[in-house]
């Protein structure tokens, strides 16, 4: 079975600061990984993905994040937050083989404050 | 606008009623999904078609029943809503593309489903 992880249901930063969405994941196999952003009453954006390759994936809005194979972590980043990137983040995960359909974590809900 | 669009955006009905929610994606993508995403903001899959052709059948009562005409829609029709299936329901899609399913989904905006 593959699962996700998001373990803080809420991060706080301030504006300008450095940002980490931690996320998890449990998959037989190698993995896709996925960050998606909902903002309120909206359906969920594509972030970033890591398929293969550089350990470091950029996306967009400045978002990027690491690929950590020991660690089965994938958390997202953003060197410097906005009040805008205020929303719920979603992490995403999928074997290369198997399963077709995406699990999904729990999300967090990221709160940039001025 | 290229998107995917759901409608109806909100739908409030008594328990025990029939409806239905249409998707449509003008993305030009072969593989169309339906997620559930409860009050706790959890997101689950529930159906997927690609071309067509059920490819995604997740634990889901039988009331819901997944409708694709064309590769560019697909339609979910619920029978004897619950109190349980109020939820926000999600239609996406995306490109299957030659080595596996790895493109991005895109999804609609919601549906809002409220049963009293």
């Known amino acids: 079975a593959q699962s996700v992880a998001q373990p803080e249901d809420q991060v706080n930063v301030a504006e300008g600061n450095p940002l980490t969405v931690k996320c998890t994941y449990s998959?037989?196999?190698?993995?896709?990984l996925f960050w998606y952003v909902q903002y309120p009453n909206r359906g969920l954006q594509f972030l970033l993905k890591?398929?293969?390759?550089?350990?470091l994936v950029k996306g967009s809005y400045g978002f990027e994040a690491e690929f950590n194979k020991s660690q089965t972590s994938f958390h997202l980043k953003k060197p410097s937050a906005l009040v805008s990137d205020s929303a719920l983040y979603f992490c995403?995960?999928?074997?290369?083989?198997?399963?077709?359909?995406?699990?999904f974590g729990s999300g967090t809900r990221l709160q940039v404050q001025p | 606008d290229t998107a995917v669009s759901q409608t109806p955006k909100y739908l409030v009905t008594q328990m025990g009623n029939d409806k239905s929610i249409k998707c449509e994606q003008n993305l030009g993508h072969d593989t169309m999904y339906w997620y559930k995403q409860d009050s706790k903001k959890f997101l689950k899959i529930m159906f997927s078609y690609n071309n067509k052709e059920l490819i995604i059948n997740e634990t889901v009562p039988n009331r819901f029943s997944p409708k694709s005409p064309d590769k560019a829609h697909l339609n979910l029709h619920i029978n004897s809503l619950e109190l349980g299936d109020s939820a926000v329901y999600f239609c996406a899609s995306s490109q299957r593309n030659a080595a596996d399913s790895n493109q991005p989904q895109h999804f609609g905006d919601g549906t809002r489903l409220s049963i009293l």
């Open positions: 998959v037989s196999g190698n993995p896709y």
């Open positions: 890591y398929i293969t390759g550089d350990n």
């Open positions: 995403a995960v999928r074997a290369l083989t198997g399963r077709r359909a995406l699990t």
